[in-house]
């Protein structure tokens, strides 16, 4: 009689540990990339952290465009499956994906070649963007398969691991100060990233890899997912356009500049991931599975309330360091655009709020607000832009990220308002 609540106990105890211990590590990464972006910018001149930004966000529209967004589909199947059918569903990723590589990347390089890239970025492109994504699906796994740590680990390995080297290179050694060094140190961060991950999955219980794919299956995903993949290559969209347009109303030096800020705004969302949206959004979707639908409202209020808290916390105390940081880098170009950081801060609060009733959406298998808001949120990015542009020409970009963001946001906070008044059951894409 004893012995259950003791044991109840230590299971809360070991949850406990692992929480704090993801959240270590998410924070080292965090702050790892938070300072990453200043030695950047005192160490390499403006152009190069211009291009180094186009190069990022191209890396990540690119991600969708080999992926498919197949992940967001395979979230939701693996769960209601046997441990010995996960492979066989596996397979059928990575063939796909194998498909996709050989289909998009030679299209997706010559467009890169018309824009005019110089030779080192392309070569480093499709090795890093291979990297990357392999290890962003292999994240994804983990955290779906509630294995939050391992892939806070990986991700340290794959984020934070190349950024202390870079900046200890740069430190000691002035000829390392370029962009090449950095893409080859991405490189071996995301080879050794790539190894400890698929260390980690074979020691999960997955088995079924020597099934036949369920080619029937791999088609319902890709209608699924294609749904999916043009509302995230929306999204993608303007995260990728905003850098492109931002060169041609300042030049590339506004690009670094700009840059900067993202980087250090973006921080916020590698924080609410560790600690909050790794954790909840597998709790969500079991407990839609099981339609328990009072613990799926006490968790989305939980999210939306811890959000909140972490994002203020986060603007009061980057916008309190950020003059001395910038004081430090000692470069004019950046503290002359200090005024886009406000702007740059708000979208991503923005976008860390909405992304509470997109998981809540997303759980339930309600994914059309999601992917009706996202393609309505890009005209609406193009619009503002292009008449900001005229009258506040240096924060047009930002402004409009503002704007697109909270449409985002208010969409999904409306639908999953309806949604949980309603008590509408999920819907399934089995």
């Known amino acids: 009689m004893v012995s259950a609540p003791l044991q109840r106990g230590d299971e809360r105890l070991v949850a406990g540990a692992a929480r704090l211990l993801n959240i270590g590590l998410r924070f080292g990464t965090l702050l790892t990339r938070f300072l990453f972006v200043f030695f950047l910018a005192r160490y390499i001149d403006p152009t190069s952290v211009g291009y180094y930004g186009l190069f990022t966000a191209t890396v990540s529209y690119g991600l969708y465009m080999v992926g498919l967004d197949f992940y967001v589909f395979l979230s939701r199947e693996i769960l209601q499956v046997s441990d010995d059918q996960r492979g066989a569903m596996l397979k059928g990723q990575l063939t796909l994906c194998g498909l996709l590589y050989v289909i998009v990347l030679p299209a997706f390089v010559l467009i890169l070649m018309l824009e005019g890239w110089s030779t080192s970025l392309l070569c480093w492109f499709v090795p890093i963007l291979a990297l990357e994504h392999f290890n962003q699906e292999v994240s994804r796994l983990l955290v779906v398969l ?18 202390i080297a870079v900046v200890t290179l740069m430190i000691g050694f002035p000829e390392s100060r370029n962009l090449n060094v950095i893409m080859a140190l991405w490189a071996c961060a995301g080879l050794a990233a790539g190894a400890l991950g698929i260390w980690r999955l074979r020691q999960l219980p997955i088995g079924g890899w020597s099934k036949p794919i369920d080619w029937r299956w791999v088609g319902k995903g890709i209608s699924v997912s294609a749904a999916f993949l043009v509302s995230t290559l929306a999204l993608r969209g303007i995260q990728t356009a905003d850098r492109y347009w931002m060169e041609s ?3 590339i030096e506004a690009v670094g500049a700009y840059v900067l800020f993202l980087g250090v705004a973006g921080t916020l969302m590698v924080f609410l991931d560790a600690g909050v949206f790794s954790f909840s959004y597998p709790a969500l979707i079991s407990h839609s599975h099981k339609q328990e639908y009072s613990l799926a409202r006490k968790t989305v209020q939980q ?16 916008w309190a360091l950020l003059p001395y940081l910038l004081h430090w880098v000692g470069k004019a170009v950046y503290q002359d655009a200090v005024g886009l950081y406000p702007w740059v801060l708000l979208a991503a609060i923005t976008n860390a709020v909405g992304m509470v009733p997109h998981y809540a959406l997303y759980a339930r298998g309600f994914d059309k607000p999601i992917i009706y808001s996202h393609i ?3 005209p609406v990015f193009v619009i503002s832009t292009w008449c900001l542009s005229k009258s506040h020409a240096e924060l047009a970009v930002p402004i409009s990220m503002t704007i697109s963001f909270t449409l985002i946001m208010i969409w999904k906070a409306v639908a999953y308002h ?3 008044t309603n008590h509408l059951p999920p819907k399934s894409s089995a």
């Open 418 to 420: 309806r949604l949980d």
């Open 303 to 318: 999210m939306f309330f811890q959000t909140v808290a972490m994002s203020v916390a986060f603007g009061l105390v980057s």
């Open 376 to 378: 309505a949120a890009l």
């Open 146 to 163: 509630s294995d939050q740590v391992a892939a806070s680990i990986t991700l340290f390995v794959r984020q934070g691991s190349w950024a």
């Open 249 to 251: 109303l300042g030049g």
